[in-house]
């Protein structure tokens, strides 16, 4: 898998756009290993300014900036092939969020930051936990 190129921002001087950051979405997903695109089929991916209230609420957190990504769905490990789906799974990520820990963190390239939120939710589609997750943290290096 190659990295993911952050210098491919149309003007660095100013804030990615919505359009951008799902642009980068997308080539992170492009790179995931086919096995992992396999089973993502039908889940939707989504880039947003914020989270919504709900989506805080539910999570208990009252600052929308501490959430960069969330997988809302049922994982694959819990599903049966006698579900009917109900509605789609989606990998929300969360532009002002994930563009605040980019500048606050000064050591990671924009589209790798993306890559990152964008593989943790799709590895919550997967099924697995946090632990697990941190297990493959470079999957887009």
Known sequence: MTAPRDD????PDIAPSLAEL?????????????????????????????PTDEMLDDLGLEDPFELTGLY????LTERSVFDQPTRPDVVWLFRRPILEEWIERGDVGLARLVA?????????HLGWSDDDIRDVDDWTL
């Open 8 to 11: 491919a921002l149309p003007d």
């Open 22 to 50: 799902e642009r980068l979405a997308a080539e992170a997903y492009a790179r995931l290993p086919g096995e992992v695109r396999t089973v993502c089929q039908g889940l939707a991916i989504r880039v947003e300014d914020f």
């Open 72 to 75: 809302d769905g049922r994982a």
């Open 116 to 124: 990152h939120v964008l593989v943790h939710e799709i590895a919550h």
